[in-house]
């Protein structure tokens, strides 16, 4: 697998997966299951793993895959996979809120290298190109073309005027209170990846996480931001997140602009 081969097609999964999602979203109704960790699943997030799962393996078969949807996938063990949550935000798409994203990683060494965040729903996607540096698509998002990409960035952060996006379904007092050791100019609430993606644009500067996340609702996102020049640290250490944990079960954690300067949990 090269950086070549794997960009044109995360992306273009992605997409399709994507237009699935959208094709459910917007009919009348839809079914609403639950999974044995109480989290919902909808037949949009079946159909949405089942396309790009088989894509990977058809293209990768020697590589690990780890996607929510798939239980087994959960007992693998490695520091260098492919990693997938075809629809993260599930309780957004419920709620026709539009802020769900489809998310593809590779994590190497324990590192997110390369990702792509689609959010059709917004229209807005984010990818890594092949030589690492995170980009904004903007146009009509076709599978096999890419559009017009602008290079994307994170903020010159001012640390007595930040932007701090925090989860809008998962918000809580701690997280309230963390926030409020800093000096916020401004407050921006998102759901699933899409936080990490607001970082990396300079939209915002900081995204604190109190609460669960596993690996697959995170790399991507995290996999953009380090493109873009940001960094994910957990919240108890401030040392880099990693991945291939046991479980894939995160810690707490911060998504931050260089020019960030962190406080203590």
């Not at 559009?147 to 998962?170: F, P, R, W, Y």
């Not at 790399?219 to 990693?242: M, W």
Request: net charge negative.
């Amino acid at each position: 697998m090269t950086y070549d081969t794997l960009i044109p097609l995360i992306r273009k999964l992605a997409i399709e997966a994507g237009a699935k999602i959208m094709e459910i979203y917007d009919a009348d109704d839809f079914d609403v299951k639950v999974k044995s960790d109480d989290s919902p699943v909808t037949a949009a997030d079946e159909a949405a793993d089942a396309l790009i799962s088989a894509g990977l393996r058809a293209a990768f078969p020697d590589v690990m895959l780890v996607t929510e949807e798939q239980a087994a996938s959960h007992k693998e063990k490695g520091d260098t996979f492919l990693i997938v949550d075809p629809l993260d935000g599930t309780k957004e798409f419920i709620n026709r809120r539009g802020d769900f994203t489809v998310n593809i990683a590779l994590v190497e060494h324990g590192r997110p290298t390369r990702g792509v965040v689609y959010a059709p729903a917004k229209n807005r996607m984010f990818f890594t190109r092949p030589d690492g540096q995170s980009v904004e698509e903007t146009g009509a998002f076709d599978p096999e073309t890419v559009g017009e990409t602008t290079e994307i960035h994170v903020a010159q952060s001012d640390n007595a005027a930040l932007m701090v996006v925090a989860s809008k379904s998962h918000r809580d007092q701690a997280t309230d209170d963390y926030i409020g050791k800093y000096a916020v100019k401004d407050m921006k609430s998102a759901g699933s990846s899409l936080k990490f993606c607001l970082v990396a644009t300079g939209e915002a500067d900081l995204y604190p996480r109190l609460g669960r996340t596993m690996e697959w609702d995170t790399a991507a996102g995290h996999a953009v931001l380090n493109g873009a020049g940001g960094s994910v640290v957990r919240f108890d250490d401030l040392t880099p997140l990693t991945y291939g944990k046991d479980g894939y079960a995160n810690p707490f954690f911060i998504a931050h602009a260089p020019g960030v300067t962190l406080k203590a949990g």
